[in-house]
C-alpha cells in the first residue's frame, strides 16, 4: 500500500536513486541557470549566438542598474507589495472567520456551504476572464490596485477557508465548550484561543496565498493596461521591446521578481514546515 523505504531497496536499487538524483537535480534546475547565465550577459555577447556558453564579458552591474533604473521596474514592484500584503490579510482574516464558523458551528445548511467552497476552487479561472473583466469595468475598478486586491481576496478566500476549516476542526471541541462555559463570548474564543492554536497554519497558509498572489500573471494581465496598476509579472513583460528583446534585461527583471516570494518563503520556512505538519501526528 506504501511506497517501500529507500533503505530496504536491494544495493543496485538504491545505487541507481543515489545516482539520478544529481542528474535529475540539474535537469531541473537547467532553465534558471540558463536565466541567471543570461542576466550577466551583454548584448553583444547575445547578438553573436552565444546562449548557453560561458559569458564572454559580464555585464551584471549594467544589466540589474538598466532595469531597476532605466525602466519603471521599481514601480511594478511597489504596485506588487501594494496587491500583495492587502491581499493576503485580507483573504487569510476572511478565510479565518469563516472557516471558525464551519469548523465550531452546526449549523442548517453548514455542509453545503463548505460544499461551495470545495466546488469554487475547482472552477477554471480561465472561464470567469470575461465576466470578472466585464465586472471590473462596470463597478469601474479596471486598471486599479483596489481592484486587483478585491478579486485575488475573492478567488482566494475558498481556498483558504477550506484549509483554516481542516486546522480548525483538528482542535479538540472539549476546548472550546469549556471556554464557553467560562463566559467567553465568541470574539474572545476566536481571537485568544482559536487564532493562536493555528498560529502555524496562517504562517503557511500567509506563504502560499503570497507567492501566489506575487506570482500571479493572469489576472494582471487581463485587469491592467499601461503601468500605473501593473505589478511586477506585467513589468517584467514590459522590457521586452517592440522590434528586438533584450533577453539580458528580460532575465535580470525576472530574477529580481522572484526575490520577494523566495525571501519570505526562507525566512518563515520553519512556520510553513510547522503548518503542513500541524496535526499529522497524535499523541
Known sequence: MYPTPVSKWSPAGRLAYKASLPIALVIWLLPLLAVLLTSVRSSEDLMTGNYWGVPHGLALFEN???????????????????ITVPSVLGAIALSAMAGFALATYPFKGNGTLLGIFVVGNFVPIQVLMIPVRQLTLNLGLFNTVEGLILF???????????????????????????????????????YQIILPLIAPALAALGILVFTFVWN?????????TGDDAAPITVGV?????????????????????????????????KHFVAGLTFGATKG
Request: net charge negative; proline share 3%; glycine share 4%.
Open 64 to 82: 540589474y542598474k538598466t532595469v531597476l533604473v532605466g525602466s519603471p521596474m521599481l514601480h511594478y514592484f511597489l504596485n506588487s507589495f501594494l
Open 152 to 190: 485575488h481576496v475573492s478567488f482566494q478566500t475558498g481556498f483558504c477557508t477550506l484549509f483554516l476549516r481542516n486546522f480548525i476542526k483538528e482542535l479538540p471541541y472539549e476546548l472550546i465548550e469549556a471556554a464557553r462555559i467560562e463566559g467567553a463570548s465568541e470574539w474572545q474564543l476566536f
Open 216 to 224: 500571479d500573471y493572469f489576472w494582471a494581465l487581463c485587469l491592467t
Open 237 to 269: 513583460s514590459a522590457l521586452k521591446g517592440q522590434w528586438t528583446t533584450a533577453w539580458n534585461l528580460v532575465s535580470a527583471g525576472s530574477l529580481l521578481a522572484a526575490i520577494p516570494s523566495v525571501a519570505v518563503f526562507f525566512a518563515m520556512q
